[in-house]
């Protein structure tokens, strides 16, 4: 069960672009909508981290994740960290493009 995470992150602006992001159809239309939100570099980023995400589901070592990633260990320890103590996105996440792949 996810703990207790602050809520001031969620702001009208924060809201308002999870309601552009639950408006879109499929994965094509979600990419085409980063690509116009984000920088190459920001959707790189983005996409490593989510890299990291399934490798450490895998149970993969830091070490190894770095070195298949370029995440640095200090990442990859906070992105674990919210992992097992967020607020269960990536949970959510992991869970549903698991069932999609089966």
Do not use: Q
């Amino acid at each position: 069960m996810p703990t207790a995470i602050a809520s001031d992150w969620k702001t009208p602006s924060t809201e308002a672009l999870f309601d552009a992001i639950a408006s879109l159809a499929d994965p094509d239309e979600i990419g085409r909508f980063l690509r116009d939100l984000c920088t190459r570099h920001e959707l790189e980023e983005l996409s490593a981290r989510w890299a990291v995400v399934e490798l450490l589901d895998e149970g993969l070592s830091y070490r190894k994740i770095a070195a298949a990633t370029g995440v640095s260990t200090t990442t990859i320890t906070r992105i674990n960290e919210w992992l097992h103590h967020g607020t269960g996105g990536y949970r959510i996440a992991l869970d549903r493009s698991e069932g999609a792949e089966t």
